[in-house]
């Protein structure tokens, strides 16, 4: 009875802060998970529309919390296996284990934002992406489709005879020391904001609203350093084959790239201005503060001064 009763301690002072928690922050209960437990149950009345929220969420879950326990060790090998006597003499080696660093960093938060989503922390799923648009414009980028449209051999592959930055700049130390630190700022960029995001990092979801770290700037900054990163990496205009015809393809390629990653950070958008007027509130503020936004927005209303579509007529998913 006495080990019974010390057992019980822990078991008491766990519960106490959690009903506690019940009862003065989860202020609504009955979200999607609770109309699905219904469902099964059959005892209350459930929301078939919740299920579906229910049933999305855990899709998302399960694609990339597989996909990114898949790659995280390559990640940690390629670090903790890296010759740093080599490294340090070579601008490109060096860039390489920074962006290897970094991409660590990204996704073992990535990795356990995804298995992380309890209410308790406040990290739980809001809702998945509803918009088809969203799903196949995200998809797109992971494998294994993205192997069919990026990878070596796809349908808009832009590394036809390039050689990358390193080539061209051989023999310009400066130079390389230069880009090889560009290229680290650009990754640090992304990593931060998935370190940002913390526990609630997470694709094709909406777990809250973020406005702090280098969301103050843009309201999609992995986005944009992923991309920035493309382009001056692959350098897809310079070709060795001195091929104008390989430059061009190579050019429109990433330029369709950077395009899925437009069309994907838009559909995002229509997800998020849909569920919370606190993004509608940051959207507005960021079209005309954002250090970075502001200016892009501006740009495109130079370019397209009529008012853009309506976000209702995205397709849902279902």
Not at 90 to 109: G, K, S, Y
Not at 112 to 133: K, Q, W
Not at 265 to 285: F, I, M, N, S
Request: hydrophobic residues 50%; charged residues 15%.
């Amino acid at each position: 009875m006495q080990v019974i009763a010390v057992a019980a301690v822990p078991l008491f002072l766990f519960s106490v802060p959690y009903v506690f928690w019940l009862d003065r922050v989860m202020v609504k209960p009955k979200d999607h998970s609770w109309h699905f437990g219904a469902m099964l149950l059959g005892r209350e009345a459930w929301d078939g529309e919740q299920v579906k929220k229910h049933w999305r969420a855990w899709i998302i879950k399960g694609f990339f919390s597989a996909f990114m326990i898949s790659i995280l060790p390559m990640g940690f090998a390629s670090v903790v296996e890296a010759n740093i006597s080599d490294v340090i003499r070579n601008p490109v080696a060096t860039e390489m284990l920074m962006f290897e660093l970094l991409f660590v960093v990204d996704v073992q938060i990535g990795t356990v934002g995804y298995l992380c989503t309890f209410r308790p922390l406040d990290a739980h799923i809001r809702s998945g992406n509803p918009f088809l648009a969203g799903w196949l414009a995200a998809l797109l980028c992971y494998p294994p489709f993205v192997f069919a449209f990026m990878g070596n051999g796809g349908m808009i592959q832009y590394e036809y005879n390039t050689a990358g930055w390193g080539y061209w700049f051989e023999g310009h130390d400066l130079l390389l020391w230069a880009w090889a630190g560009w290229l680290a700022f650009l990754t640090a960029i992304y990593a931060w904001a998935t370190v940002a995001f913390g526990i609630r990092f997470s694709n094709l979801t909406y777990r809250g609203v973020l406005t702090n770290g280098p969301f103050r700037y843009t309201r999609h900054p992995a986005y944009l350093s992923k991309n920035l990163f493309w382009w001056c990496s692959a350098m897809p205009f310079m070709v060795t084959s001195g091929s104008m015809v390989d430059v061009i393809r190579n050019t429109v390629f990433l330029g369709i790239v950077s395009g899925i990653y437009y069309w994907r950070a838009r559909t995002e958008e229509a997800h998020l201005l849909g569920e919370d007027p606190k993004y509608r509130a940051y959207y507005d503020w960021m079209q005309e503060n954002g250090m970075v936004t502001s200016r892009l927005a501006r740009l495109v209303r130079a370019i397209n001064p009529r008012p853009s579509r309506s976000y209702g007529a995205v397709q849902p998913a279902e």
